[in-house]
């Protein structure tokens, strides 16, 4: 079983953190956006792999939503 970490406000993605093959525990951070000069982490909702990372470092716009990173 997969799950989808969506990105839950519009900004830019900072920084990620994660790559694929990366094991996560739940709470972990996998990435950070900046939204108005501010950080936003977005952590692993499950103990997991990483299996897909659709996001890169310094990506401008990107809309709530957004399935950023899938942990199976």
């Not at 299996?51 to 939503?65: L, R, T, Y």
Request: hydrophobic content about 40%; proline content about 4%; overall charge negative.
């Amino acid at each position: 079983m997969t799950t989808e970490v969506k990105t839950t406000v519009p900004g830019n993605i900072w920084k990620v953190l994660i790559k694929v093959g990366d094991v996560v525990k739940k709470d972990d951070d996998l990435f950070i956006m900046e939204v108005m000069k501010t950080e936003v982490h977005h952590s692993s909702p499950i103990d997991g792999k990483v299996i897909q990372v659709n996001i890169q470092n310094d990506q401008e716009a990107v809309e709530p939503g957004t399935i950023a990173v899938i942990i199976e």
